[in-house]
């Protein structure tokens, strides 16, 4: 992980630079959740990351899916919530749902 920068302007930094990154976004919430709509994590390509989508439950899933869309262009849409098998997993736990739109950026 990188320090708490700005993790639009580490994207930025990243890609001046040619590095592989994609963007993960929060884009919906519902009941409690760990961070609010409009969230933003970058990730590199090595599996370094700047932000944060959910105050650390569910980053490791994030940064799968990122690497997954960097190596494949496609961006998926990855919801996580309690009655999600995988929410108990990943660690999401605080009694909401929560969407992230992962997307590689060039």
Same mark, same amino acid.
């Given at each position: 992980?990188?320090?708490? $920068?700005?993790p ?10 040619g ?21 933003h ?14 105050? *650390?439950?569910i980053? *490791? ?11 494949s262009?496609?961006?998926? $849409? ?11 997993d990943? *660690?999401?736990?605080? *009694? ?11």
């Open positions: 992980m990188t320090d708490n $920068l700005d639009l302007a580490q994207l930025s930094r990243w890609n001046a630079e590095k592989k990154t994609a963007l993960a976004t929060v884009v919906a919430t519902w009941g409690s959740s760990p961070r609010p709509v409009g969230s994590m970058a990730v590199l390509d090595s599996g370094d990351f700047a932000g944060s989508v959910s105050g *650390g439950c980053e *490791g899933a994030v940064v799968d899916a990122a690497l997954e869309a960097i190596k262009g496609a961006p998926k $849409l990855l919801e996580f919530g309690v009655s999600n098998e995988d929410a108990w990943v *660690g999401l736990a605080c *009694g909401g749902r929560i969407q992230v739109f992962v997307e590689p950026v060039a």
